[in-house]
């Protein structure tokens, strides 16, 4: 068995609470809460080179190793190249070939630069986010890793975490995983929708409570800080009947001055299509979300002086779900019609309609 690949450990970091935060940290949070995509910001948040620098890391993203460093220029210039061929976009040079990585998300964030280079270096960003991605799907295809592997990897990793979380002492009652089963997996593909075609983005699943309704917030943060990058929770598959951000803002008045400055309006939540799982109860509340979580696959891979392959990429993409909710929720999850057992019999129930739809003999009358 394979170890799980991993980088230095990150640079240890204070517990941020709700107290503790400002406009960076209300995006991110708020980027979660919604389901929402970096594509739609207009600005980055970073302030120095080693914050960027541990966001990188938590990317799986060493600048300090040859290879890291030559692959993200290549991702780079793979951007920069898409904007001037596709949309003839003049990349100023100093975002094209920045003396550090780094200085593109400072560039990004307006802390560094020309006022000009803010709007390209956001834009280069995001272009380099889309292709990481698929270099990373790419990847995963490409190796001799099975699912199982895949699954005991990204288990190891977030289980290293709660391990953290419980270190730091935050206010977490249980942390647990599961695994869909065989039949789990036919049953949920059966009762969506888009039937087979559909992609399951819960195979792994880890279930996080907290005391009290107010630790979620602090907890969600510090997974953005010590497990996966905020920019990559999966747009548009967020289900949150739990936690509101204009009220988290109402709740804590020094966060009030910031809804000005927010990307977008406050009231922004409250027009959006509101979706939810069909087969839970109408009282059932919860934070659900999915996350791309990066692995470092270097076990799987030749040692970097003897890779030979064209594109040298060695991080590749999980989807995780995270469901989140605070400990009196949960006990009122489990009661009456939003008990698992009746969800499970409500979903059984309309994959049995489905598959036998049309072609149940109506019973001989007389």
């Known amino acids: 068995m394979k170890s799980t690949p991993t980088l230095q450990s990150l640079p240890d970091l204070p517990i941020c609470t709700v107290a503790d935060m400002g406009l960076r940290e209300l ?12 594509i739609d910001w207009r600005r980055m948040h970073f302030q120095t080179h080693e914050e960027v620098d541990r966001f990188l890391r938590l ?9 890291d460093e030559a692959w993200a220029r290549i991702v780079l210039s ?6 001037r061929k596709t949309f003839n976009y003049r990349v100023a040079d100093a975002v094209a070939n920045p003396e550090k990585i780094h200085d593109l998300f400072l560039f990004a964030s307006g802390v560094k630069g020309l006022p000009r280079h803010r709007r390209i270096a956001c834009i280069v960003l995001k272009v380099m986010h889309v292709i990481q991605h ?6 995963l295809h490409r190796l001799a890793c099975s699912e199982v592997e895949l699954s005991r990897l990204v288990v190891d990793k977030v289980l290293g975490i709660a391990q953290l979380l419980q270190t730091k002492g935050l206010p977490v009652v249980e942390f647990a995983h599961s695994i869909k089963t065989r039949e789990s997996l036919v049953t949920k ?4 929708r888009e039937t087979v075609a559909a ?3 819960d195979r792994t699943r880890f279930r996080i409570i907290t005391r009290t309704q107010a630790d979620i917030i602090p907890v969600l943060y510090f997974l953005t800080q010590h497990l996966f990058p905020f920019n990559f929770v999966v747009p548009g598959q967020t289900e949150n009947t739990l936690v509101s951000f204009k009220a988290v803002l109402a709740e804590n008045p020094h966060l009030q001055q910031y809804a000005q400055h927010l990307h977008l309006d406050l009231d922004y939540e409250e027009r959006e299509e509101k979706t939810r799982n069909v087969f839970s109860g109408s009282t059932y509340r919860a934070l659900n979300f999915i996350v791309d ?8 891979l030749p040692a970097p002086e003897q890779d030979s392959r064209e594109r040298k990429n060695r991080t590749v993409f999980t989807l995780v779900e995270f469901q989140i909710m605070d400990e009196e929720t949960a006990q009122k999850n489990e009661e009456g019609q939003n008990a698992h057992k009746i969800y499970k019999h409500r ?5 049995l309609r489905r598959l036998s739809r049309g072609l149940v003999v109506p019973k001989r009358q007389g």
């Open 59 to 67: 990317c799986q993203l060493d600048m300090t190793r040859a290879e």
């Open 78 to 83: 793979d951007a920069v190249e898409y904007l």
């Open 199 to 201: 992609q399951i983005y």
């Open 134 to 139: 698929i270099e990373g799907r790419d990847l």
């Open 189 to 192: 593909l059966l009762a969506k």
């Open 27 to 38: 995006e991110r949070i708020r980027l979660i809460l919604r389901g929402g995509s970096v």
């Open 347 to 351: 979903q059984r129930r309309r994959v």
């Open 293 to 300: 979580v990066p692995l470092r696959m270097d076990a799987y």
